[in-house]
């Protein structure tokens, strides 16, 4: 099983925001957002950073997690 990438983004309401992140699954957990893929390359972890950079929303974590 592959693993998890996580960003945590310190915002609500970011869904309209998120959309445009393809292959990427959004869910909203109280003030924050997180972005979930499974086996997501670098390159697709870069990218999804620097829309995040470009949308100015806030950073609050990134996480590679371990298969369960």
């Known amino acids: 099983m592959p693993d998890v990438a996580e960003i945590t983004l310190r915002c609500r309401g970011a869904r309209r925001l998120t959309a445009g992140f393809a292959g990427w699954t959004v869910e909203e957990r109280g003030a924050v957002t997180v972005?979930?893929?499974?086996?997501?390359?670098?390159?697709?972890?870069?990218?999804?950073?620097?829309?995040?950079?470009?949308?100015?929303?806030?950073?609050?974590?990134?996480?590679?997690?371990?298969?369960?």
């Open 35 to 68: 972005l979930r893929r499974e086996a997501a390359t670098a390159a697709e972890v870069h990218a999804a950073l620097v829309e995040v950079a470009d949308l100015g929303l806030d950073l609050e974590s990134f996480h590679r997690l371990e298969p369960a």
